[in-house]
């Protein structure tokens, strides 16, 4: 895999970018870059485009908040294109749609690494009245108490036939498990990563 872009070689200095979403596989947009903004774009870990239409550099999400978070930059073999995974936080569509090419896009860790990234906002923007901003004041030994707590009222539940409880606080466990993942500054693929390598060891 070449590991150099090259923007010489049209005669606007961009490169089409291909964005994916990392957990699904499905693409949601294409857009362009520069030098500049695939730099902006690698330092930031959010997607920055250079807007035709606006001839300036453009983050997607910089009036909609819905970023594109970088999980993974590709560059293909001529040296000439940018395939980037990245975990939306949000629709990526300006109508509103899930990708631009009107698929619905959704996975089994979709959700969770939204949330995840509305976590990680409330630890460096902490906002009055929130309850995971309260947590992250409380510090790591209230959140893994919580963890704790929230464990135990799940085994409870678990003894008993309600579906509609049990389910409930099983949230609540993951929930408090992302904040905790979170105060650690551990990302869930992390942990993924590693029930992935017991499973081949398997």
Not at 4 to 9: A, E, L, V
């Amino acid at each position: 895999m070449n590991s150099d872009i090259n923007f010489d070689k049209s005669t606007d200095g961009l490169v089409p970018a291909v964005i994916q979403d990392a957990d699904t596989g499905n693409v949601l947009m294409l857009g362009y870059m520069n030098r500049e903004a695939y730099e902006k774009t690698r330092a930031e870990q959010v997607v920055t485009f250079f807007s035709r239409s606006k001839q300036r550099l453009w983050t997607k999400g910089e009036t909609s908040n819905n970023f594109l978070h970088v999980r993974e930059i590709r560059i293909d073999c001529d040296g000439d294109t940018l395939l980037i995974k990245v975990h939306p936080a949000g629709p990526t569509c300006h109508t509103g749609a899930d990708t631009c090419f009107d698929e619905v896009n959704k996975g089994q860790g979709q959700f969770l690494n939204y949330l995840q990234q509305i976590i990680h906002d409330r630890k460096v923007n902490p906002a009055d009245g929130s309850y995971t901003a309260s947590l992250f004041k409380k510090g790591v030994n209230k959140i893994a108490q919580k963890v704790g707590e929230e464990a135990v009222e799940l085994v409870i539940e678990a003894k008993d036939n309600n579906d509609h409880l049990f389910k409930g606080e099983a949230a609540d466990l993951l929930f408090h498990f992302l904040v905790l993942l979170e105060q650690k500054n551990i990302d869930l693929d992390d942990i993924i990563a590693v029930l992935q390598s017991r499973h081949v060891k398997q």
